[in-house]
């Protein structure tokens, strides 16, 4: 029985972070080190879907355990400002939001491009240390590539983005 006991104990963080993910075939954690302290992707992956973060969890600087939830199959990282950025892509392009984990505020913040694209892929990456993310959109319509335009998402009380002329 205490065996039992022990086993319930050591793995209930794996099922929670399974339950959190929803019922697909595999689940696993990766770590990722901001300035604000140690953060635990949680990932899943299924039949026909790519691997995903469903979910972050972190310690706050008073101790307390938190969880958010994201959903994205790109993690992009700003160590510096504590700020992990989502974009959830597949074979056949990504979606128009975006969704940033504010590791400091404990918040997330979203973002829908103003693209009216109906097949894009995004690339994402941070402005240095700064707390502005720059998008670029490739956008294909009917098996042609148009021209790739950009946009500066500035993520500070909410995520504004904004057509750049880079």
């Given at each position: ?11 209930w ?6 339950e ?37 969890s ?9 969880m ?44 829908i491009l ?53």
């Amino acid at each position: 029985m205490k065996i039992v006991i022990l086993i319930t104990l050591f793995l209930w963080p794996l099922l929670a972070s399974a339950e959190h993910c929803g019922p697909r075939a595999k689940h696993w954690n990766t770590a990722v080190e901001l300035d604000s302290g140690p953060v635990t992707l949680h990932w899943t992956s299924g039949y026909e879907s790519p691997d995903s973060v469903c979910g972050v969890s972190y310690k706050t600087s008073s101790g307390e355990s938190r969880m958010l939830e994201v959903w994205g199959s790109e993690a992009v990282v700003n160590k510096t400002q504590s700020l992990l950025a989502f974009l959830f892509c597949e074979d056949d392009g990504c979606r128009k939001e975006i969704l940033v984990a504010d590791i400091t505020r404990g918040v997330i913040l979203k973002a829908i491009l103003p693209i009216h694209s109906p097949q894009l892929f995004l690339k994402a990456k941070w402005n240095g240390a700064t707390r502005d993310l720059l998008i670029e959109v490739v956008a294909v319509s009917d098996a042609k590539a148009l021209p790739p335009s950009h946009f500066v998402c500035s993520t500070a009380e909410s995520v504004r983005c904004v057509k750049s002329g880079i």
